[in-house]
């Protein structure tokens, strides 16, 4: 345990966004002047500016937008605004009530704006109102609402109750060679952490021991993005071992749920991964200067902790803020390639060396370096090849 956990580079050619920041502001001054029906254009031109040429009726009054296994369709009118998007379909063979139970439930919370509906035996994500009502915010939560929770709930519902898909998700599959790789590297990830999760709690430190946990499920993430049942799982793991409970129980569901993970049945985790077509991200888009400010603390603790000769608990909080960032952001190439090639360095590297790389790296960050710093390495490059290094 003397060296940092192993890093694998994201098998996705790109962690970036087709969402237009610098379009928000236009819709917003759009609302102001009453351009109801150019506002919803405005933000689905700010998701991504090829819907509207793709997904739209001739008139631009109906669009059809996938995501996942779902389908938002949005028509316009001169007065109302009407969103819907079928989900699933009820299952034949009992599981009906509780599953309606469910829905229930879920219309009350966490949906906010956008309810559940039963038509015949289809399940449907519903949302309706006055085209001067359409404010853009509020309709961007919608459509995010939907796609979050559509994307969430299809893979629970058919596992738990027996529901089916309305039409199939369109995917793009890895090879074999890959899926191998895949697993293979995520085995190697979850037995490792388990070696740093009783390391740390045999010498009395559980909350590193968390840490470990946490990063290894959002490492995994971060490496393949993996879709369907086991995200759902991830994600339902990781809200757990995040909340405000004891640590002991985060500790045992967490330690669970690796063990889990490495008994996951080949077959099923194979179909789990893949590439899918989205319209709204599940991730946010930050800016700099909140990624910045996300990462003042983990900044201000990893200083502190070098500072007193602590690199392990110095990786592991700066580690965390990265993983962090990829988890819940999608993260321009820049900024992405910035932080992934400090961890590639830093994988199974002693701790106070690691320490001091990924503190420089954050540093970088904090000070929006990022560009000279890029800069300084390819300068470093030919100084090197000429000689002058």
């Known amino acids: 345990m003397n060296v940092t956990p192993k890093f694998f580079k994201s098998l996705l050619d790109s962690r970036d966004t087709t969402v237009n920041i610098q379009q928000w502001e236009k819709v917003l001054q759009l609302y102001k002047e009453g351009r109801y029906t150019d506002v919803i254009y405005g933000i689905l031109d700010y998701v991504d500016p090829a819907i ?72 449907s994500f ?37 529901a089916s898909w309305i039409q199939l998700p369109v ?9 191998d790789k895949v697993w293979n590297n995520i085995q190697y990830l979850l037995t490792e952490s388990q070696k740093y999760v009783d390391y740390f709690e045999k010498h009395r430190m559980p909350l590193l021991a968390l840490d470990v946990m ?61 590439k899918i077509e989205v319209f709204v991200p599940y991730k946010y888009n930050s800016s700099m200067d909140n990624i910045k400010q996300n990462f003042e603390f983990s900044h201000k603790n990893a200083k502190t902790e070098i500072e007193r000769g602590d690199h392990v608990g110095a990786c592991l909080s700066l580690q965390f803020a990265f993983f962090n960032l990829f988890y819940y952001n ?6 992405s390639h910035y932080v992934s090639e400090a961890m590639v360095k830093t994988s199974n590297m002693p701790w106070n060396e690691a320490s001091k790389i990924l503190y420089d790296t954050m540093e970088g960050i904090m000070k929006g370096n990022i560009r000279k710093e890029q800069a300084k390495k390819k300068r470093s490059f030919w100084d090197t090849l000429f000689g002058r290094a």
């Open 52 to 123: 509207m040429q793709k997904r739209g009726s001739a008139d631009k009054m109906a669009f059809a937008i996938p995501h996942g296994s779902a389908v938002i369709n949005i028509d316009i009118s001169n007065d109302r605004l009407d969103i819907n998007a079928p989900f699933l379909r009820l299952p034949t063979d009992g599981g009906q009530i509780p599953l309606l139970r469910q829905v229930t439930q879920i219309n009350f919370t966490p949906l906010d704006l956008a309810q559940i509906k039963l038509e015949e035996d289809l399940l």
């Open 126 to 162: 519903h949302y309706e109102c006055p085209i001067e009502l359409a404010e853009p915010y509020k309709i961007y939560e919608v459509f995010r609402e939907i796609c979050t929770y559509a994307d969430y709930y299809d893979d629970v519902f058919i596992n738990e109750f027996g």
């Open 171 to 179: 995917t793009e599959k890895y090879d074999t060679a890959t899926l």
């Open 214 to 274: 946490i990063i290894t499920l959002k490492k995994i993430e971060y490496y393949v993005s993996p879709q369907g049942l086991l995200r759902s799982k991830i994600e339902k793991t990781v809200r757990f071992m995040e909340a405000n409970t004891p640590p002991t129980d985060r500790l045992s569901k967490g330690k669970g749920f690796i063990k889990e993970l490495i008994n996951f049945d080949r077959a099923e985790f194979d179909k789990d991964i893949y």
């Open 330 to 335: 999608d993260v321009n190439d820049e900024l």
